[in-house]
């Protein structure tokens, strides 16, 4: 089983930056495919981005296109998470998991190693 750790999140202004990492451990990460998911206080765990264990292929949400990006480090063994253009609503706890279930990228019930998360919060 793998190990997953967040960081880098914190408080930031609309329109900034901010880049998590995703360190893992127990597990070479590129065996599996990897995958971002936030949750906002009152609302259910939502899909963010995800990249395929070849990572030729990412996966997005609609909300997210254009403005993040997902990216792997297999020395480091990290997944990272670039956050541009933040806005208010992008406020959440953001988590990384990896997917060892079959079927869509975008469903949390597929991924089954989670990290504990980090919070992001936006100010307008």
């Known amino acids: 089983q793998v190990q997953l750790v967040e960081s880098g999140g914190g408080l930031v202004q609309a329109g900034g930056s901010l880049r998590l990492s995703c360190a893992a451990s127990?597990?070479?990460?590129?065996?599996?495919?990897m995958g971002w998911f936030r949750q906002a206080p009152g609302k259910e765990r939502e899909f963010v981005l995800a990249?395929?264990?070849?990572?030729?292929?990412?996966y997005y949400a609609d909300s997210v296109k254009g403005r993040f990006t997902i990216s792997r480090d297999n020395a480091r063994n990290t997944v990272y998470l670039q956050m541009n253009s933040l806005k208010p609503e992008d406020t959440a706890v953001y988590y990384c998991?990896?997917?060892?279930?079959?079927?869509?990228?975008?469903?949390?019930?597929?991924?089954?190693?989670w990290g504990q998360g980090t919070q992001v919060t936006v100010s307008s």
């Open positions: 998991a990896a997917k060892i279930y079959v079927g869509d990228y975008y469903s949390p019930s597929r991924y089954k190693y």
């Open positions: 127990g597990r070479t990460i590129s065996t599996y495919p």
């Open positions: 990249l395929s264990m070849s990572a030729t292929t990412t």
